[in-house]
């Protein structure tokens, strides 16, 4: 959807995917996507062997936090334009929270947060990725998530 309009540059940040096998299932699945839509991904392999947490519970804004805060500060270091997060084609996702965060983000790195609803597309994501053979996650990723 974005590369009708950006020139899009992906950032694959997910520390606190678990187990690391989930971890590298998604990372490999990006990979696989970005080569079949032709767009270049920069890779974190920034890991946490633990689960961590400030409340030592599943505490979403705080996860938000840490994505938004390195994607913006990675944004700003490398010169793009703005910055966004997957997380908004989610239904599951808090977007007030997410809204917030970005745009707490962007004033701190000066540098412009893009917000869009995505959520109307997730389902033609999910049938895509079904058509393309890509692995689908089974839960949001923290171990506070799985099943
Ligand atoms: S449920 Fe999802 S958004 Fe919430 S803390 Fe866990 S991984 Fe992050």
Same mark, same amino acid.
């Given at each position: 959807m974005?590369? !009708?309009?950006?020139?899009?540059?992906g950032?694959f940040? !997910? @520390?606190?995917?678990h @187990?690391? &096998?989930?971890? /590298?299932?998604?990372?490999?699945?990006?990979?696989?996507?970005?080569? $079949?839509? !032709?767009?270049?991904?920069?890779?974190?392999?920034?890991?946490? &062997? %633990?689960?961590?947490?400030?409340?030592? +519970?599943?505490?979403?804004?705080?996860?938000? /936090?840490?994505? $938004?805060?390195?994607?913006? %500060?990675?944004?700003?270091?490398?010169?793009?334009?703005c910055?966004?997060?997957?997380?908004?084609?989610?239904p599951?996702q808090?977007? +007030?929270?997410l809204?917030e965060?970005?745009?707490?983000?962007?004033?701190?790195?000066g540098? @412009?947060?893009?917000?869009? !609803?995505f959520?109307?597309?997730?389902?033609?994501?999910?049938a $895509?990725?079904k &058509?393309?053979?890509?692995y689908?996650?089974?839960?949001?990723?923290?171990?506070?998530?799985?099943?």
């Amino acid at each position: 959807m974005l590369q !009708n309009g950006f020139d899009v540059t992906g950032f694959f940040f !997910n @520390p606190n995917i678990h @187990p690391r &096998e989930e971890f /590298e299932k998604r990372r490999d699945t990006l990979s696989q996507y970005s080569l $079949l839509k !032709n767009f270049p991904v920069i890779y974190s392999d920034v890991y946490m &062997e %633990k689960e961590y947490s400030a409340k030592g +519970e599943k505490d979403c804004s705080f996860c938000y /936090e840490i994505r $938004l805060e390195a994607t913006a %500060k990675l944004a700003k270091e490398e010169k793009y334009d703005c910055f966004s997060t997957t997380l908004l084609i989610s239904p599951y996702q808090d977007h +007030e929270k997410l809204k917030e965060i970005g745009q707490r983000m962007a004033e701190k790195y000066g540098i @412009p947060f893009f917000y869009r !609803n995505f959520r109307p597309e997730f389902r033609r994501s999910q049938a $895509l990725a079904k &058509e393309l053979g890509l692995y689908r996650q089974k839960y949001c990723g923290c171990t506070y998530s799985i099943p």
